[in-house]
T-cell receptor, first 114, second 114 residues
């Protein structure tokens, strides 16, 4: 079975500061990893995904994440936070076994202070 | 054009009632899902259909019954609603292939059981 742990349910940064949201996964087979963003009262939007190939993946809105197999991590970063980045962020994993449902982490709420 | 749509967006009802939530996708995807997001924002898979066939059925009370009349639609019927059913229900779809398993989410249906 797979699982996802997001460290920090709330992260607060100043506008212009580095954003780092942490995600660690547990999986018995190579995982597919995703980051989704949820704005208030909206659905989930895909930020980026890792399937195979390059371990540093770039997504929308200036976000990127690096798959580190040795650390079982897939942390999300953005060099400079913007007020519009304030939202809930979810890390998710699915396995290459034909079972394609996503297992989500518990989410991290990002606050951006002016 | 809305890729994944759900109706209704809000649903307020009394305990014991039966209600349905409808989901439609116009992406031509083969696989559709229902996820439940609880009051703590935790997201969990409920059901998954591939080409109208049920492939994932998590530990969900049998009061919940998904129905897929065709591969573009996946409806969720809930009998004898209970207070604990209050949540946001998200429909999602994906191509369902190993190479492309990105999931697209609908806007959610907020169910409140009084």
């Amino acid at each position: 079975a797979q699982s996802v742990t997001q460290l920090g349910s709330h992260v607060s940064v100043s506008e212009g500061a580095l954003v780092l949201l942490r995600c660690n996964y547990s999986s018995s087979v190579p995982p597919y990893l995703f980051w989704y963003v949820q704005y208030p009262n909206q659905g989930l939007q895909l930020l980026l995904k890792y399937t195979t190939g390059a371990t540093l993946v770039k997504g929308i809105n200036g976000f990127e994440a690096e798959f580190k197999k040795s650390e079982t991590s897939f942390h999300l970063t953005k060099p400079s936070a913007h007020m519009s980045d304030a939202a809930e962020y979810f890390c998710a994993v699915t396995l290459d076994t034909g079972r394609r449902a996503l297992t989500f982490g518990s989410g991290t709420r990002l606050q951006v202070q002016p | 054009d809305t890729a994944v749509s759900q109706t209704p967006k809000y649903l307020v009802t009394q305990m014991g009632n039966d209600k349905s939530i409808k989901c439609e996708q116009n992406l031509g995807h083969d696989t559709m899902y229902w996820y439940k997001q609880d009051s703590k924002k935790f997201l969990k898979i409920m059901f998954s259909y591939n080409n109208k066939e049920l492939i994932i059925n998590e530990t969900v009370p049998n009061r919940f019954s998904p129905k897929s009349p065709d591969k573009a639609h996946l409806n969720l019927h809930i009998n004898s609603l209970e207070l604990g059913d209050s949540a946001v229900y998200f429909c999602a779809s994906s191509p369902g292939s190993r190479e492309n398993n990105e999931q697209f989410f609908g806007p959610g249906t907020r169910l409140t059981v009084l």
